[in-house]
């Protein structure tokens, strides 16, 4: 897949002075460990494991994090730290697999255990050391470890005990601690508070950060990097896109421009609400191209969801090449790329430099086309996002808008796309947000829409019979949409959604709710 990058993006880019780096060795828990310490107001990034001295140095951070990881120390090709981090004299935390690498790299030793500890357990506390300052002398703890301590290097002493582990904690010199539990999950309630004790007692973090102090930050390094170019970005109408460019032309004003193609497969209302926002109201110069019809007659006759998606991608790269080619001299495309974006993508065991993913609706762009990349939103989660999108004065509406699919409508009208079933589909999904809103539910579950099915259905209404088209409706909880389940929505919300959507949407005569979860079955039908 071609990227479009010229020049690697500065990865040190937004950078607070109080960082702290969490090393990744393939925990699961890796992305929470660094939720929690922003959570403590204390600028982190997720770093592949391998990262080498001299970038953990040109970073300054004031802390290091081990993650915990699957495998074990004493394992052939077992990931572990360039050496020479443990010289820079950083204060580290070691959790659970980062406990042992710690032990082992500095002269201790690590066996399998006779008695693994999976699930709750309980730890004594010692010697408080800092890390357990104000903290009770019992704590309840999320364990999982198959290894365990047998010596500590020269120098370094256990603080803590369970009944399977002589050393479920320990201190050292220079700020080293390891702790055999996992901090980071919810199932360990005082984790947080060891966490934070290591931040500020350990590390000296003033734990000030917030997602709004990102801005100033942010748009003094778009400042730095696009100097007097100009800069191009495109409009989805999600949060993402919305936030990237406000905060580009924070920073640059009129060298932004935003590309904004209507495909003609949004919700009602939304290709305006984009137009009404960025232009009207914020005043950014915006290319609004209405490519409704191109995307319908690519989208004639498929049925196929890959297929649908495939033409919806082609089409939009052929116009925004268009767009791109007639505004003339651009070198930067900005991309509103956040954070889980970048960890999926990130190669975590070379430590290299990271592959940038390529955004579905830019890449494979001609070869006069490429730009270097401005990611603002590159180290922000997804709720940082809407933080620092509200900070800059964004609609809540913009701000909280649901995820929405880069194809939109096209997969959620079942069987071929025309402009007659997406203005039914649009109709009912109106219905199906207006109602969630009006009940409250809008920022509590994921996702809530409509699905017209190629269904058709016998109904009455007055003295006649109907033959008429069958919407679903679907309205799931979920953390991340890789796991999703159906929401136990009240039965007089989904009966007011099901007697709007029959009584105002021609051509619809039944409504089902859709009671299936994910796995076995996916958020959209297609
Ligand atoms: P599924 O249907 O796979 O969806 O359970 C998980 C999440 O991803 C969204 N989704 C997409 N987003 N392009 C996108 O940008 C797509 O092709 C696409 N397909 C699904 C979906 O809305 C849900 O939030």
Not at 48 to 57: H, L, Q, T, Y
Not at 79 to 105: F, H, K, T
Request: proline share 5%.
């Amino acid at each position: 897949m071609t990227t479009l990058v010229r020049d690697a993006p500065a990865r040190d880019n937004q950078v607070a002075q109080d960082s702290v780096l969490v090393l990744d060795f393939g925990s699961q828990y890796s992305q929470l460990i660094a939720r929690r310490v922003r959570e403590a107001k204390v600028y982190c990034e997720l770093v592949p494991g391998g990262i080498s001295a001299d970038e953990v140095r040109r970073r300054a951070p004031r802390g290091l994090i081990f993650s915990g990881g699957p495998a074990s120390v004493y394992d052939a090709g077992a990931p572990r730290p360039d050496p020479a981090v443990y010289e820079l004299g950083i204060p580290i935390l070691g959790i659970c697999y980062g406990m042992q690498l710690l032990a082992r790299d500095l002269g201790g030793e690590v066996q399998p255990a006779t008695r693994r500890e999976y699930g709750h357990a309980s730890v004594n506390v010692d010697d408080d050391a800092g890390l357990f300052e104000r903290l009770p002398r019992e704590l309840s703890v999320w364990m999982s470890h198959g290894d365990i301590i047998t010596r500590l290097p020269d120098g370094f002493r256990p603080i803590a005990h369970s009944l399977n582990s002589p050393c479920a904690a320990f201190a050292g010199p220079s700020g080293r601690f390891g702790i055999q539990f996992h901090v980071e999950v919810a199932h360990t309630p005082l984790g947080k508070d060891v966490l934070r004790n290591f931040l500020m007692n350990v590390c000296g973090c003033a734990g000030t950060w917030v997602p709004a102090s990102f801005i100033e930050m942010a748009v003094a390094d778009i400042r730095m990097r696009v100097g007097d170019g100009r800069v191009l970005c495109a409009l989805s109408g999600g949060v993402d896109s919305a936030v990237a460019a406000t905060l580009v032309h924070r920073a640059v004003g009129d060298q932004l421009t935003c590309v904004f193609v209507d495909n003609g497969l949004l919700r009602r209302g939304e290709g305006d609400r984009v137009v009404d926002v960025m232009s009207r109201q914020r005043h950014i110069n915006l290319v609004h191209v209405d490519a409704t019809n191109q995307f319908l007659e690519a989208l004639r006759g498929v049925v196929d969801p890959e297929e649908k998606r495939r033409r919806i991608g082609r089409t939009f790269i052929r116009v925004f090449e268009e767009q791109a080619r007639s505004l003339g001299d651009i070198g930067f495309l900005a991309q509103g790329t956040v954070y889980p974006d970048v960890i999926e993508s990130t190669s975590h065991d070379t430590g290299s430099a990271q592959t940038i993913k390529t955004h579905h609706n830019v890449g494979g762009l001609p070869e006069d086309l490429r730009f270097t990349l401005v990611e603002p939103l590159r180290y922000l989660f997804k709720d940082e996002v809407r933080a620092v999108g509200s900070a800059l004065g964004l609609p809540e509406d913009m701000v909280w808008r649901q995820p929405f699919p880069g194809p939109g409508l096209a997969i959620r009208v079942i069987g071929e796309v025309t402009a007659e079933r997406l203005e039914t589909l649009r109709a009912a999904d109106w219905v199906v947000i207006d109602e969630v809103k009006r009940s409250g539910l809008y920022r509590k579950v994921w996702q809530s829409f409509a699905i017209l099915t190629p269904v058709s259905s016998v109904g009455v209404m007055g003295d006649f019979r109907t033959y008429a088209n069958v919407v679903a409706v679907r309205i799931v909880e979920s953390e991340d949409g890789m796991t999703a389940d159906w929401a136990k929505v009240p039965y007089d919300v989904l009966g007011v959604i099901s007697r709007r959507i029959v009584n105002e949407v021609a051509g619809v005569n039944r409504v089902v709710y859709d009671i299936s979860s994910k796995p076995p079955s996916t958020i959209e039908w297609e």
